[in-house]
């Protein structure tokens, strides 16, 4: 069975801190996506990784990709209240859209 | 915006009840998939329609279905419904199915509730 582990699944940053979010996936996959979702919202598109080493930034968010340790990660730079959100990771293991979520990890970034 | 709408917005039934829930993808998107996102919990792959065909399908019972049209519309539709349905149902297209670097665009989500 396919599994996408988020973790931490809750964080709690100060404002200007730094942190890492973790994404491991069971499966071999191509592609990763990161999304983020405010309450009660839709899901907005962050970052599309698609090759091993892949890596990109966006602000103060860079989303990076090891296809070999099946592993994404999602580094906050100098958090700001912003960005408090749900962030989701995503694989697509059969490269057709149909793609399996991680539980999410609910940020909250305080002043 | 991503061009993707979805309706209605909320929606409350009754157990056994049957839902229909729609999605209007943009022009040129052939492949829509829907997705179930419980509360606290990420979204859940229910099916993909491409061009106008089931094309994948995740881990729900055959009273989940669906239709897509050539408009670019799509349906979800579900019967006898359980108090475990409710969840927001999110539908999300894309330009090419599994094409490139394309990203799923999703819509706004509507809310079902079940009494």
């Known amino acids: 069975e396919l599994k996408v582990e988020q973790n931490p699944l809750f964080l709690s940053m100060q404002e200007g801190k730094n942190y890492t979010i973790y994404c491991n996936y069971s499966?071999?996959?191509?592609?990763l996506y990161w999304y983020r979702q405010d309450p009660g919202k839709s899901l907005e598109s962050l970052f599309v990784l698609l090759s091993n080493g892949a890596v990109k930034q966006e602000g103060r968010l860079m989303a990076s990709l090891d296809t070999k340790a099946r592993l994404s990660t999602l580094h906050i730079t100098a958090a700001v209240h912003d960005l408090s959100a749900t962030y989701f990771c995503a694989v697509d293991p059969n490269n057709n859209n149909d793609m399996r979520f991680g539980a999410g990890t609910r940020l909250t970034v305080k002043p | 915006e991503t061009g993707v709408t979805q309706s209605p917005t909320h929606l409350i039934k009754t157990r056994g009840q049957q839902v229909t829930l729609r999605c209007s993808s943009q022009?040129?998107?052939?492949?829509v998939s829907w997705y179930q996102q419980a509360l606290g919990q990420g979204p859940q792959f229910i099916f993909q329609y491409y061009r106008e065909e089931e094309n994948g399908r995740g881990n729900f019972p055959p009273r989940f279905s669906g239709l897509q049209f050539p408009n670019y519309s799509s349906e979800l539709n579900v019967n006898a419904l359980e108090l475990d349905d409710s969840a927001l149902y999110l539908c999300a297209s894309s330009p090419r199915q599994g094409m490139g670097t394309d990203t799923q665009y999703f819509g706004p989500g509507t809310r079902l509730t079940v009494l």
């Open positions: 022009s040129g998107h052939n492949t």
């Open positions: 499966t071999t996959s191509d592609r």
